[in-house]
């Protein structure tokens, strides 16, 4: 009851100054600049499985780099630590799509949520899976509880026509042999995760695991064991929101992971996930009043970890 009231509280609130939040729509993408700014929803899901929201949250939006969350969590499942191997732990400090980071540290990504990060992740994941968009899809659709949970093929598309940035730092890897599939097979397989569409209450019930120990809140099946779990909040923590995780984690405390979509995971160990999506991004990429909301959450239930 109280986590309504305080979510029915912020969404009144931020939807009646939606105009003046600082920022614009992703518009790397016609598919994305497109897309309705002035729209919020809000979605928290608990470790008991009730689900509490407000706003927008019957509207479809693409998940974007909230999507590296699932990508690193299968990698994980069939590799381990082994992965550590081809992928960092530590944040990156600089842009989510940097270059010049990857040619420094000799085609070894900083962390698996910088796109080099996520797309080598998705380089393991295509050597051991057969079928890695149908395995993706199908753990999606499973978790969320909706089979109909899709990807937006016009976004997956329009993102391969505009990969070259992307596929430069697949190529850059594979230069460092950090790579070991068709560099286009696997960007079509990432821009395919990036594109997967849900709404904010089935986002929020998606990663209900990492808020439970690793295990799904609905299905009570584990996910990740309790240690590689809390090994995700960790990283989720220090690199899950751009090279903004700091701002992030002083106003908000929690691990989180944002998506040039608009959407930002957050996580409240033990308690619930919590969803907010609002398209309008700051010049870090990260949902300006989608932040906000987050932050009076955490101020009004307390929830700030430290
Ligand atoms: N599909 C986007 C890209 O690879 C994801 C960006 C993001 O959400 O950070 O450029």
Redesign the pocket.
């Known amino acids: 009851m109280q986590i309504q009231k305080v979510i029915d509280e912020i969404t009144h609130d931020v939807q009646s100054k939606l105009a003046n939040f600082d920022g614009e729509v ?1 518009s ?2 016609p598919a994305l600049a497109s897309v309705r700014p002035d729209q919020f929803a809000m979605a928290v899901h608990t470790v008991e499985g009730e689900t509490f929201y407000g706003g927008d949250c019957e509207k479809l939006f ?1 998940i ?5 969350v699932l990508t690193l969590t299968l990698a994980l499942q069939r590799y381990g630590n082994e992965l550590w191997q081809r992928v960092g732990k530590e944040p990156s400090g600089t842009a ?2 940097s270059l010049t980071q990857l040619e420094f540290e000799q085609g070894k990504p900083r962390n698996p949520f910088i ?1 080099a990060g ?2 080598v992740t998705c380089d393991a994941l295509y050597s051991r899976l057969s079928a890695p968009t149908h395995h993706m899809l199908e753990t999606v659709r499973w978790l969320s509880g909706n089979q109909r949970i899709n990807i937006n093929q016009l976004v997956s598309r329009s ?1 391969y026509q505009h990969r070259h ?2 596929a430069a730092m697949a190529h850059l890897m594979a230069s460092f042999n950090n790579f070991e599939n068709e560099v286009d097979e696997v960007l079509k397989v ?2 395919g995760f ?2 997967i569409e849900m709404n904010c209450v089935e986002l929020a019930k998606t990663f209900s695991y990492l808020a439970n120990k690793g295990v799904d809140v609905a299905s009570q099946q584990r996910i990740l064991s309790t240690k590689q779990n809390s090994q995700l909040n960790s990283l989720l923590f220090t690199s899950g929101l ?1 090279d903004a995780a700091g701002d992030f984690a002083y106003r908000v405390g929690m691990p989180g992971k ?4 608009g959407a930002i995971v957050a996580i409240v160990p033990g308690q619930f996930t919590v969803a907010v999506w609002s398209p309008k991004l700051n010049s870090y ?1 990260n949902s300006s009043a989608g932040l906000y909301a987050l932050e009076q959450f955490a101020n009004k239930l307390s929830l700030h970890l430290f």
């Open positions: 992703a790397y993408i693409t974007q780099s909230v999507s590296k989510f799509n796109n996520a797309i993102e940035r992307n990432y821009f990036c594109a751009y944002s998506g040039v979509g990429g």
